[in-house]
């Protein structure tokens, strides 16, 4: 059973840029995607982008190309997940949680989310 | 992008009572070629991840009590919520992955 653990809460400025790290334990770690979304304070859930660790393929959501970059260290089983150009609307829980169902080729593409991490609280401020 | 819109926002039941939470998709989420519907449900409680409960409309995740039960056709859902206990009081949201981006429902506010 994967178990995914996130780095700890950021506090950033303003046009920085922030990466937090997901950390997988037990289970298949390569061979599924793993999805990064997030939570701005009392608001839903909103899909960011993903990556298959076993060949470092990402799939970003339109909104946050540019801005977001996605990567995968097989060795130590972690994923990164680092944006950029940050402003205050970035405020938000990011959390990574394994994609689940038909298509392991393709992060966010015919899968569901279990397990999540806990979450990491990024907050933008000056 | 396919839009996920609960229904209601907010709801109160009682306890032993049976909660109901709709989710329609602006588009089919029904593959007819092997006519499996690509939605799942989450629970949400403070200061947790979201919790899979559903996938497929209607396969509850192993651990799952079988009081969740999901139904739907290609664009209206449900998620239900027989015999409610006072561990249920959560935030409950869809989710389509028929296509990609996958989208979140707002979200369903369950209280008792």
């Known amino acids: 059973q994967v178990h995914l653990v996130q780095s700890g809460a950021e506090v950033k400025k303003p046009g920085s840029s922030v990466r937090v790290s997901c950390k997988a334990s037990g289970g298949t770690f390569s061979t599924y995607p793993i999805s990064w979304v997030r939570q701005a304070p009392g608001q839903g859930i909103e899909w960011m982008g993903g990556i298959v660790p076993s060949f470092g393929a990402v799939n970003y959501a339109r909104r946050f190309q540019g801005r977001v970059t996605m990567t995968a260290d097989k060795s130590k089983t972690i994923v990164y997940m680092e944006l950029s150009s940050l402003k205050s609307e970035d405020t938000a829980v990011y959390y990574c949680?394994?994609?689940?169902?038909?298509?392991?080729?393709?992060?966010?593409?015919?899968?569901?989310?279990?397990?999540w991490g806990q979450g990491t609280l990024v907050t933008v401020s000056s | 992008d396919i839009v996920m819109t609960q229904s209601p926002d907010s709801v109160a039941v009682s306890l032993g009572e049976r909660a109901t939470i709709n989710c329609r998709s602006s588009q089919t989420i029904l593959y007819s070629s092997n006519n499996k519907k690509y939605l799942a449900w989450y629970q949400q409680k403070p200061g947790q991840p979201p919790k899979l409960l559903i996938y497929w409309a209607s396969t509850r995740e192993s651990g799952v009590p079988d009081r969740f039960s999901g139904s739907g056709s290609g664009t209206d859902f449900t998620l239900t919520i027989s015999d409610l206990q006072p561990e249920d009081v959560a935030i409950y949201y869809c989710q389509q992955y028929y296509s990609t981006p996958p989208t979140f429902g707002q979200g369903t506010r369950l209280e008792i």
């Open positions: 949680a394994r994609d689940q169902g038909e298509n392991t080729a393709v992060a966010g593409f015919n899968n569901w989310f279990d397990p």
